[in-house]
């Protein structure tokens, strides 16, 4: 599904360029899920950003079934990631002054349905995720647990092939992180997804196909013990 090969990315800093990705290479195939982890600062939300079309490499490609992902440039790759790809962060980032509804229908809106149009599948996804008794309520006043379930709902609506995860269950008790796995868990069964997830769970880790190491902007296969 995924090919990245030769990836680089530097920042522009005070000091000079800063190399924070080098020589990533990654196959993702279709289907399969993907934990990444390594300390703080190694590049893994720069990795997951780029695989997402959310920020350009300096040097290297990302082939996403065959296509070039950064051939594309505005609106063009805005589409695309829209359709295609779906984020869930460590701090869910929903909008305060709307409902769990609303931020679910979000993305529908901006790609132009009509809330009553948007509400259907928004409401349907919220009862996926096990929040039909709470459509209404802000996120303030949802807990921790029920903000990432929001947020997931949000990621899932535009029904994306890639799922791309950073920390998930960073902010979550132990007790919410595991509900939270069990959901994306049942999630990648029936919405046939291929996963990338950002973790410090341990947990969350075993219960990908595959791990990966990332120290200090390279990327390295991690054996099962
Ligand atoms: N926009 C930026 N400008 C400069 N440096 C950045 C920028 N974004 C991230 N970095 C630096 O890149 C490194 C990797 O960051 P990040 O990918 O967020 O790591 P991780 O998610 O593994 O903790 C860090 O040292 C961070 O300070
Ligand atoms: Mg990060």
Redesign the pocket.
């Known amino acids: 599904m995924i090919r990245i090969t030769g990836l680089n990315k530097s920042?522009a800093?005070v000091k000079g360029p800063?190399a924070?990705l080098r020589e990533v290479n990654l196959q993702v195939h279709l289907g399969e899920r993907i934990a990444v982890v390594?300390t703080?600062?190694?590049?893994?939300?720069?990795l997951m950003h780029i695989m997402g079309g959310l920020d350009r490499p300096t040097s290297g490609e990302v082939l996403f079934e065959g296509k070039n992902l950064f051939a594309l440039r505005g609106p063009a790759l805005d589409a695309f990631r829209n359709r295609t790809i779906g984020f869930v962060f460590q701090f869910h980032q929903l909008l305060p002054e709307f409902n769990a509804l609303e931020n679910v229908m979000m993305p529908l809106l901006i790609a132009g349905q009509s809330r009553r149009q948007a509400a259907i599948p928004a409401t349907e996804m919220l009862k996926e995720v096990g929040l039909a008794s709470r459509v209404e309520h802000k996120p303030g006043a949802l807990s921790g647990g029920e903000q990432q379930r929001v947020a997931i709902a949000r990621a899932l609506i535009q029904r994306p092939r890639l799922l791309l995860a950073d920390e998930p269950t960073g902010n979550l008790d132990r007790r919410t992180s595991e509900e939270i796995l069990t959901l994306l868990d049942r999630l990648h069964a029936s919405h046939n997804l291929t996963m990338v997830s950002v973790t410090h769970n341990d947990l969350l880790a075993a219960r990908m196909d595959r791990t990966l190491r990332?120290e200090d902007g390279c990327l390295k296969s991690e054996e099962r013990k």
């Open positions: 920042f800093t800063l924070v390594g703080s600062g190694a590049g893994k939300t720069t990332m």
